[in-house]
């Protein structure tokens, strides 16, 4: 009962992550939302008995995905500015 509870809860905190990452304007805090939704996701296959996708969406989606996207923005910011 708890996990389903659990699970739900990620679910919307996720949903509403995703919303905020497509809808904000500010682009870093877009970038951070959408690694929060990456990073969440994992807990949820976690509590969902799948460990090894977890553990490869916390590095790829949470981790090198968020990096990526800083790394470019600022190789954006230095060629405009």
Request: no cysteine.
């Amino acid at each position: 009962m708890l996990s389903i509870i659990l699970a739900l809860f990620l679910g919307i905190l996720i949903l509403v992550l995703a919303v905020m990452a497509v809808q904000n304007k500010n682009i870093v805090v877009a970038i951070i939302a959408a690694g929060a939704v990456s990073l969440f996701a994992s807990i949820l296959y976690l509590v969902l008995a799948a460990p090894d996708v977890a553990m490869t969406e916390a590095a790829i989606g949470s981790g090198l995905s968020t990096i990526i996207f800083f790394y470019v923005l600022n190789k954006i910011k230095r060629q405009n500015g």
